[in-house]
């Protein structure tokens, strides 16, 4: 009985595909070409988001390291005053 129905599914489906217009299939044929298109761009699209992303994190890195950089010789040359003020205030 299963194989019957099967059988009677299959036979439906393909009377049904053999009754598309020619104006059917092309159509069906240029929305699947529009979504390969679609598609692509829009991972083109995400590349170049991925790309920019990466971009700014380099950039956002590199002004933390200099911040970082001029901090610390900051704080050198601060340390360096202090202890110079407490030899002269030594010899005093």
């Known amino acids: 009985m ?6 009677g599914a299959v036979a439906v489906a ?4 053999s009754a598309c217009s020619e104006q ?3 159509a069906a044929g240029e929305t699947a070409d529009s979504m390969a ?6 991972v083109e ?3 170049d988001a991925v790309e920019g992303a ?10 933390a390291a200099d911040a970082t950089a001029e901090a610390v010789d ?3 040359d601060a340390t360096g005053e202090v202890v110079e003020d407490a030899g ?4 005093d």
């Open 2 to 7: 299963r194989k019957f129905v099967i059988a």
């Open 14 to 17: 393909a009377l049904g595909l």
């Open 24 to 26: 059917t299939q092309d």
């Open 37 to 42: 298109e679609d598609a692509s761009n829009a």
């Open 45 to 47: 699209a995400t590349g």
């Open 54 to 63: 990466a971009e700014a994190t380099g950039d956002a890195v590199e002004g």
């Open 74 to 76: 900051g704080a050198v």
């Open 88 to 91: 002269e205030a030594m010899q």
